[in-house]
């Protein structure tokens, strides 16, 4: 649990850490779709995204729905993003980055039993500008989970198209 309660308040600090800069703010409202590999079973997953991009760092709320057969699985995530490479890219409409990712997941089986714990991890992808008003990102999540009981690890590979305003 200390181990939990140190990554959030690591993940609240990057948060909010960018907004005290004096850069501009940029929100976002965004879709996703992608693959999930749930412990070795993998489902299509759907999603939609809120954040706010300031600078070089990214902050989303996430939410995700995935389904395979009877088994459906439900995720909240708050993902930091923070870009790389920033001089090797500066010219470029491909920007890279890093990020963590904390969340709520919850997992409903054909026996209609639920399962609800927490996620954390990492992330990684490519965002591709397409003009000042939309990007696509490609992107894959790595989650550890705790206190459920069936699922020990989720990875995610998602294409996503956000909209700024």
């Known amino acids: 649990m ?6 959030y308040l690591t993940l609240l600090l990057i948060c909010f850490t960018p907004l005290l800069a004096k850069e501009k703010s940029y929100s976002f ?6 693959i999930s590999k749930i412990d070795n079973k993998d489902t299509p997953s759907i999603g939609v995204k809120y954040g706010i991009q300031q600078g070089n760092s990214r902050t ?5 729905y995935d389904k395979k057969g009877n088994d459906k699985f439900q995720m909240l995530l708050l993902q930091v993003d923070m870009g790389i490479f920033k001089n090797a ?3 470029s409409s491909i920007k890279p980055y890093l990020g963590a990712t904390f969340g709520l997941v919850q997992a409903k089986n ?13 992330n990684t992808g490519l965002a591709y500008i397409l003009n000042d008003n939309f990007d696509l990102d490609l ?8 206190k ?15 909209y700024f305003y």
């Open 148 to 162: 459920l009981k069936n699922i020990d690890e989720i990875n995610n590979l998602n294409l996503s198209m956000h």
């Open 89 to 91: 890219f500066r010219n």
């Open 60 to 64: 989303s709320f996430i939410y995700s």
């Open 29 to 34: 409202i965004g879709i996703q779709t992608g």
């Open 2 to 7: 200390k181990r939990i309660n140190k990554l």
């Open 110 to 122: 054909s026996q209609l039993v639920r399962d609800r714990g927490y996620a954390y991890g990492l």
């Open 139 to 146: 992107s894959y999540r790595y989650l550890k989970t705790s």
